[in-house]
């Protein structure tokens, strides 16, 4: 079993920057695929931003420029990078672990951008 703790939310200003972290319990993470998700009040979840096993990632383009995912096999936790940040960013959080069939997800973290 695999549990996923997401940290790092908070409130900032327009403009400005946050990191997430989302640390895996389990001996998968090293060969998983990782990846970030948000949802806004009344919208789907939506794709952020994924990191494979080699450190290959992809982004949103919604992100791209501004966040940066990133991961650290010897701890066990990936990154979410966020900078200049928008009002329209604003959402929780969620990080996502897949391996195989095992697809597991975290309680979120919220993130609310002032303008």
């Known amino acids: 079993q695999v549990q996923l703790v997401e940290s790092g939310g908070g409130l900032v200003q327009a403009g400005g920057s946050l990191r997430l972290s989302c640390v895996a319990s389990?001996?998968?993470?090293?060969?998983?695929?990782m990846g970030w998700y948000r949802q806004a009040p009344g919208n789907l979840r939506e794709w952020v931003a994924s990191?494979?096993?080699?450190?290959?990632?992809n982004y949103a383009d919604s992100v791209k420029g501004r966040f940066t995912i990133s991961r650290d096999n010897a701890k066990n936790t990936v990154y979410l990078q966020m900078n200049s940040l928008k009002p329209e960013d604003t959402a929780a959080y969620y990080c996502?672990?897949?391996?195989?069939?095992?697809?597991?997800w975290g309680q979120g973290t919220q993130v609310t951008v002032s303008s």
């Open positions: 996502n672990l897949r391996q195989g069939l095992a697809d597991y």
């Open positions: 990191i494979t096993s080699r450190g290959s990632s």
């Open positions: 389990g001996s998968i993470f090293s060969i998983a695929v």
